[in-house]
């Protein structure tokens, strides 16, 4: 993956990696397929296609979404809550 990745209950949370594409930094979030639809509509997100295709329940987040603290805090709220819902 050539990420940092956050686990949580011993399942990934979120994490960090490296747009190969623009070599920008982006948060990788575990959402859950329920508000992921929702969540897109988020400044900065985006579907994650790490493999090529879409990962439901997953989101990337550019820089742009989680520049300011409260947008970071906001998207860690929401992976955290998730989370928290599968344990």
């Not at 948060?27 to 295709?53: A, C, H, W």
């Not at 879409?54 to 709220?77: A, H, S």
Request: overall charge negative; charged content about 30%; aromatic content about 12%.
């Amino acid at each position: 993956m050539g990420g940092l990745i956050f686990m949580v209950n011993h399942k990934m949370c979120l994490g960090v990696d490296r747009d190969k594409k623009t070599t920008n930094d982006r948060l990788m979030v575990r959402v859950g397929k329920i508000p992921y639809q929702e969540l897109l509509n988020n400044k900065g997100s985006r579907e994650m296609d790490f493999t090529g295709s879409v990962m439901r329940g997953f989101l990337f987040i550019d820089p742009e979404g989680f520049d300011e603290e409260v947008d970071l805090d906001f998207w860690v709220e929401k992976a955290l809550g998730f989370n928290k819902w599968m344990s």
